[in-house]
């Protein structure tokens, strides 16, 4: 409420429609995706974990997406986060019933975060997890990864190039993943991020958690690039409201 209020007194408007008030109207947030579907990349990097996506980073989402991270909309977090949570619900309903859940969030570097002034992905973690308990499943944030090198820019980069860039930037906490393991060795760890590209982003963090002996189960993310949904909803949905993206099933 306070972040709504902040919006409203600082005369923002709304990131996909442009109607003055709320940095997301009523009507917008209506119409978000509300449920979320596979979105394997192509190609995919080899081990991938199954890779989930609620909608396409395209239009007034992929504007809500940099509104968070690159502009401090910070009650944008609760919306993202409802559609993270159907993600990782997604990936916890395939695989049925079983122990507790740690959502892990892709880090960003140091002075990322700093020029920021915000950590995007853990503020974005935490709504969702608020959501999946309300829910029914017994979910937890955990900041087990750390970014263990410098990755020069991606973009630009194809497929293949990016994986080589990104190995061995991340690493995880050792300290905390041995307390993981002894104290819940069958806790099922899902990678959060906000946007699913190549995958060598959550790959790589996967790897990482892997390596500290982890199990991965799946990826979650808010959004997806067109190569993982080969739809026209980018030209189709530049502006006004956001596709409903059914399940896969």
């Not at 940099?66 to 993600?87: D, I, V, W, Y």
């Not at 930037?169 to 041995?178: F, G």
């Not at 979650?220 to 896969?248: C, M, N, R, V, Y």
Request: glycine share 10%.
């Amino acid at each position: 409420m306070r972040d709504a209020w902040l919006d409203l007194l600082l005369g923002s408007s709304c990131g996909v429609c442009g109607l003055p008030g709320r940095v997301l109207c009523d009507l917008c947030e209506g119409s978000l995706p509300r449920s979320a579907s596979v979105a394997w990349p192509t190609p995919s990097p080899p081990g991938l974990a199954l890779p989930v996506a609620a909608g396409e980073y395209a239009g007034g989402l992929r504007e809500l997406v940099n509104a968070h991270k690159e502009h401090r909309q910070f009650s944008l977090a609760r919306p993202l986060g409802a559609m993270l949570a159907t993600s990782v619900r997604a990936i916890l309903d395939r695989l049925g019933e079983g122990g507790a859940c740690l959502l892990v969030p892709v880090p960003s570097r140091g002075p990322v975060v700093r020029a920021r002034g915000h950590d995007p992905m853990l503020r974005v973690s935490r709504h969702a997890a608020g959501v999946l308990r309300r829910w029914g499943h017994p979910v937890m944030v955990e900041r087990l990864l750390r970014s263990a090198g410098v990755a020069r820019d991606q973009t630009g980069l194809r497929a293949q190039e990016r994986s080589v860039n990104l190995a061995g930037s991340m690493r995880c906490a050792s300290r905390a993943a041995a307390r993981r393991r002894t104290r819940s060795p069958d806790a099922r760890l899902v990678v959060a991020d906000d946007v699913l590209t190549t995958g060598a982003t959550a790959r790589e963090a996967q790897r990482a958690l892997e390596d500290s002996g982890l199990r991965v189960v799946g990826i979650a993310t808010i959004a997806a690039t067109s190569k993982q949904f080969p739809t026209p909803w980018a030209s189709e949905h530049s502006g006004g409201s956001l596709p409903f993206l059914a399940s896969d099933d």
